[in-house]
């Protein structure tokens, strides 16, 4: 029996296993992992709020991305945990199709602001003399701003035209999350002017700014090789490399996902890769952007030894 999305009040996420060991094992994985990455993105927001030292355009972007991975992280992991030890894994339709924006916008934004964050590093190693006149705050803002109003206006597209679909018959999603691929799998008819619009969105909100990055990035190696391998070019281009390793993997995996005809999705497949975007990502990102860095090493010992002194 057909039935359509205005009859649809719930759906159920099967998440990753339906063995009772497992999903423990799982909650406890997921739990450390979220964890930490609550702590460390937590930890960059409060030391560049907090140091003068940090309030610099590369950390005003280390600022925004920190804050987008908290949000992003808190839009998958708590309903994952949930879902892991709890025997009613239902989410509404509305809860479903929040979700879903939430999670198209934070990840399209993601990717602009990760292009913006590149060609800012471009202009520091390339144009250091000129790097606070080039990236003016006023300038800074713009970017964070257009950042984020690109991604939510294109998730405003992609969940409209998702959730005014007809899905029929079964309302089990076989994912830990609301995604494309389930829900077009559970779509009565997927029409081609939706996938192109899948494609539209993925040229304009992904590729667009991996191309960016990429450039940017083969600039700085440029500028990084003329610098003939000192010490600080040495540590200039393991940053980046790192960067651009784990840039390729968060465009690679949506690419992946998402560039494939919908007569193609794989749901366990997809699941496993789209862990590593909408989980993984956002704890590895302090790792590599920040915590490495003397300056962050030096504002925690700063705001550590000024929290012993006030105690």
Same mark, same amino acid.
């Given at each position: 029996m057909e039935r359509s999305n205005h009859t649809v009040t719930e759906f159920v996420l099967l998440g990753f296993t339906t063995d009772s060991v497992m999903q423990l094992v799982? $909650? !406890?994985v997921f739990l450390c992992v979220y964890s930490v990455t609550v702590v460390g993105n937590t930890t960059l927001v409060v030391l560049i709020c907090?140091?003068?030292w940090l309030h610099t355009p590369m950390y005003f972007f #280390?600022?925004?991305l920190s804050f987008l991975d908290l949000w992003y992280s808190s839009v998958y992991t708590p309903k994952i945990l949930v879902t892991c030890i709890s025997e009613?894994?239902?989410i509404s339709f509305a809860g479903c199709a929040s979700q879903f924006f939430f999670s198209a916008g934070l990840a399209y934004s993601e990717c602009y602001l990760l292009a913006v964050m590149a060609y800012d590093r471009y202009v520091a190693i390339s144009k250091p003399l000129l790097y606070?006149?080039?990236m003016s705050r006023k300038l800074c803002i713009c970017l964070v701003v257009y950042s984020y109003t690109a991604g939510f206006v294109n998730a405003i597209i992609l969940t409209s035209n998702t959730f005014t679909m007809d899905f029929c018959g079964d309302n089990i999603i076989d994912d830990f999350f609301c995604d494309v691929p389930p829900l077009v799998k559970l779509a009565c008819d997927v029409k081609d002017s939706y996938q192109a619009m899948l494609y539209f969105l993925l040229a304009s909100n992904v #590729? !667009? *700014?991996a191309v960016l990055i990429l450039a940017s990035y083969l600039f700085i190696i440029a500028a990084i090789l003329r610098i003939h391998f000192t010490q600080g070019g040495l540590k200039a281009f393991s940053t980046c490399s790192s960067c651009l390793i784990s840039v390729t993997l968060y465009c690679g995996s949506i690419l992946y996902i998402y560039s494939r005809p919908s007569s193609s999705y794989s749901l366990e497949?997809?699941?496993m890769v789209s862990t590593f975007y909408t989980v993984? $990502? *956002?704890m590895l990102n302090p790792m590599i952007y920040s915590l490495r860095n003397e300056d962050v090493k030096e504002a925690l010992k700063k705001f550590f030894s000024l929290t012993q002194s006030g105690v």
């Amino acid at each position: 029996m057909e039935r359509s999305n205005h009859t649809v009040t719930e759906f159920v996420l099967l998440g990753f296993t339906t063995d009772s060991v497992m999903q423990l094992v799982l $909650f !406890t994985v997921f739990l450390c992992v979220y964890s930490v990455t609550v702590v460390g993105n937590t930890t960059l927001v409060v030391l560049i709020c907090n140091d003068s030292w940090l309030h610099t355009p590369m950390y005003f972007f #280390i600022w925004n991305l920190s804050f987008l991975d908290l949000w992003y992280s808190s839009v998958y992991t708590p309903k994952i945990l949930v879902t892991c030890i709890s025997e009613d894994k239902s989410i509404s339709f509305a809860g479903c199709a929040s979700q879903f924006f939430f999670s198209a916008g934070l990840a399209y934004s993601e990717c602009y602001l990760l292009a913006v964050m590149a060609y800012d590093r471009y202009v520091a190693i390339s144009k250091p003399l000129l790097y606070i006149q080039s990236m003016s705050r006023k300038l800074c803002i713009c970017l964070v701003v257009y950042s984020y109003t690109a991604g939510f206006v294109n998730a405003i597209i992609l969940t409209s035209n998702t959730f005014t679909m007809d899905f029929c018959g079964d309302n089990i999603i076989d994912d830990f999350f609301c995604d494309v691929p389930p829900l077009v799998k559970l779509a009565c008819d997927v029409k081609d002017s939706y996938q192109a619009m899948l494609y539209f969105l993925l040229a304009s909100n992904v #590729i !667009t *700014p991996a191309v960016l990055i990429l450039a940017s990035y083969l600039f700085i190696i440029a500028a990084i090789l003329r610098i003939h391998f000192t010490q600080g070019g040495l540590k200039a281009f393991s940053t980046c490399s790192s960067c651009l390793i784990s840039v390729t993997l968060y465009c690679g995996s949506i690419l992946y996902i998402y560039s494939r005809p919908s007569s193609s999705y794989s749901l366990e497949r997809d699941k496993m890769v789209s862990t590593f975007y909408t989980v993984l $990502f *956002p704890m590895l990102n302090p790792m590599i952007y920040s915590l490495r860095n003397e300056d962050v090493k030096e504002a925690l010992k700063k705001f550590f030894s000024l929290t012993q002194s006030g105690v």
